[in-house]
């Protein structure tokens, strides 16, 4: 069967503006996601992989280039509505602290479901990645870093979005936290046929994870392949650095 094509990038370039001057983010970006697929956006800090991310979830509208979710392309931010959820750096940022956990998680379905519906659908999403459910009553400063970062997991995966992006999801955790949820990831998106676009430095995490692997450099797209290929026998000398840098790739 011919793959689904999920988000079609053609030539996304993004620029900010600095008084009169303009400050180029992405450069030219090209490729497709396919349905299922799971793709690393890798690079250095300032390399664009955020504002890549974001423009994936509708958050940043590309200045020239045209992006097209499973085929459309007018109003994307309408488009992704639902069908992509988006997992932040600093899960601070997915709550409101006058909030309850259970009251953010739920935020997406509250107009969709009647309060018994809720009920089982935060219980599942609790149980899901390995919360008590009595953690839905608390406010965010009440949790871990961990325990955060997994609540915001939860609130991405109630909707079953057709797309995760997960933005550095593992910054500031410690190395359990980081493996906890890198699992939690990986059965909850990847091993159900959902899409998964992760931002990452932990190259660790990427090769676990990705089925692909997205490399920018200044804002370009340096280098697009397999995963496991591209860690094995990089072709781009900014690649071979970045895994020369992290021990993982070949060092010769």
């Known amino acids: 069967m011919p793959e689904t094509t999920v988000f079609e990038l053609i030539g996304i370039s993004k620029s900010y503006r600095n008084g009169r001057k303009e400050r180029p983010v992405l450069t030219d970006i090209t490729f497709n996601i396919s ?16 504002t890549l991310a974001q423009i994936l979830c509708g958050l940043t509208e590309p200045s020239s280039g045209s992006i097209a979710f499973k085929g459309e392309q007018p109003n994307l931010a309408k488009a992704v509505r639902g069908e992509v959820q988006l997992i932040l750096q600093d899960p601070k940022d997915s709550f409101d602290p006058r909030w309850s956990i259970g009251r953010s998680i739920l935020e997406p379905l509250i107009q969709n479901h009647t309060k018994e519906e809720g009920e089982k659908v935060l219980l599942e999403g609790l149980q899901q990645v390995g919360l008590p459910f009595e953690i839905h009553s608390r406010f965010p400063r009440q949790l871990s870093g961990g325990q955060l970062q997994r609540a915001s997991i939860a609130r991405a995966l109630v909707t079953n979005p057709e797309v995760v992006v997960a933005d550095e999801p593992l910054t500031s955790l410690d190395l359990i936290s980081k493996a906890q949820i890198v699992e939690l990831l990986y059965y909850n998106v990847v091993a159900k046929g959902s899409t998964l676009v992760l931002v990452s430095h932990d190259l660790g995490a990427v090769r676990s994870l990705t089925k692909h692997i997205a490399v920018l450099w200044k804002g370009r797209l340096v280098e697009y392949g397999d995963t496991d290929k591209v860690f094995e026998d990089p072709t781009h000398h900014y690649t071979k650095r970045l895994l020369k840098a992290s021990l993982l790739g070949p060092q010769s």
Request: aromatic share 0%; glycine share 24%; hydrophobic share 25%.
């Open 35 to 50: 349905q299922g697929d799971s793709l690393a956006l890798v690079g250095e800090s300032g390399s664009g992989k955020t």
